[in-house]
């Protein structure tokens, strides 16, 4: 049973990582991954020598630190408030309601943001017209599209974790709440000293694996709702990288910022791992 996944982590994940030596080398394509002239460190020196390089970065870093943020809080907090309801029948239409965007692809969603979102004819827009505010181009003005990327990312993922949350809410011993109650606690007291101490460990351990994508904005959302318009807000790593890469062909240089980003998600997970082990005593293993 193992079997299909063990190769296909072999498969995609160990065997690509012979690419990497592309990052050392004068690649063309035509000369075969061997027979390459080696350059050292100059494909490094050319992206660090790049000059929009610094802002690319800082939009990677604002928009993943953004959606980690929102990522947790979010679905926490409406995973906290669903419990609360009563109503099964509500809780679980809302529950599939809300989880409904995660199973679209951002091919599909980036289609319906592009509809809803025109300063024309876009639902939005329209809303905002009634109290008299100017259309507002969500994905075409720099200071609106980082944050666009940001709300329309909760808006597809945060039903998954709020399923998560509310699994790990269902795990815990509900005597705790009958002898809380017993000594006088209301609803907030127990979701402060009963629901959210039993939901630290799931916490810790989606805080931990999304630290590791810190460097990970999200190339398929940016990817199908940017423009060059917005490239001063929007522009993220991964997007640079299939410009050069695919577009340009400097393979070289695309496979070095590559790897610099998996270096840098490396030791940032391992670190937040470590925090998590001392901190709040969390173990994988």
């Not at 004819?121 to 905002?128: H, Y």
């Not at 181009?137 to 597809?156: C, H, I, Q, R």
């Not at 007291?189 to 810190?214: D, E, Y």
């Not at 410009?243 to 695309?254: D, H, I, V």
Request: charged share 10%; proline share 5%.
């Amino acid at each position: 049973m193992l079997l299909p996944g063990v190769a296909f982590v072999l498969l995609f994940a160990y065997v690509p990582m012979g690419g990497v030596s592309i990052a050392f080398q004068n690649f063309l394509p035509l000369r075969g991954l061997f027979n390459q002239d080696w350059n050292g460190l100059e494909n490094f020196r050319y992206i660090f020598s790049m000059p929009n390089i610094w802002q690319v970065v800082w939009n990677t870093l604002f928009i993943a630190v953004m959606k980690i943020i929102a990522g947790l809080v979010v679905p926490i907090t409406f995973a906290l408030l669903l419990n609360e309801v009563k109503n099964v029948v509500f809780k679980r239409t809302t529950q599939t309601i809300i989880y409904f965007p995660y199973f679209l692809s951002w091919i599909i969603l980036g289609g319906i943001l592009i509809d809803i979102l025109s300063p024309s004819s876009g639902i939005v827009n329209q809303f905002l017209g009634l109290f008299g505010v100017s259309p507002i181009y969500f994905l075409g003005e720099n200071s609106w599209f980082p944050f666009t990327m940001v709300a329309s990312d909760v808006w597809k993922t945060f039903g998954f974790s709020t399923i998560i949350y509310l699994a790990a809410i269902t795990s815990i011993d509900p005597s705790l709440y009958e002898a809380a109650a017993v000594d006088g606690a209301g609803r907030w007291k127990q979701t402060w000293h009963i629901t959210l101490p039993g939901m630290q460990m799931i916490i810790v351990l989606l805080m931990v694996l999304s630290l590791g994508n810190v460097l990970d904005a999200g190339f398929d959302q940016i990817f199908n709702l940017y423009s060059p318009q917005v490239y001063a807000s929007g522009d993220i790593i991964d997007t640079m990288v299939y410009r050069m890469g695919l577009q340009q062909a400097q393979f070289g240089p695309s496979t070095a910022v590559g790897l610099l980003k998996s270096l840098v998600s490396f030791i940032l997970i391992s670190t937040s791992y470590l925090i998590a082990y001392r901190v709040f005593n969390y173990r994988l293993f």
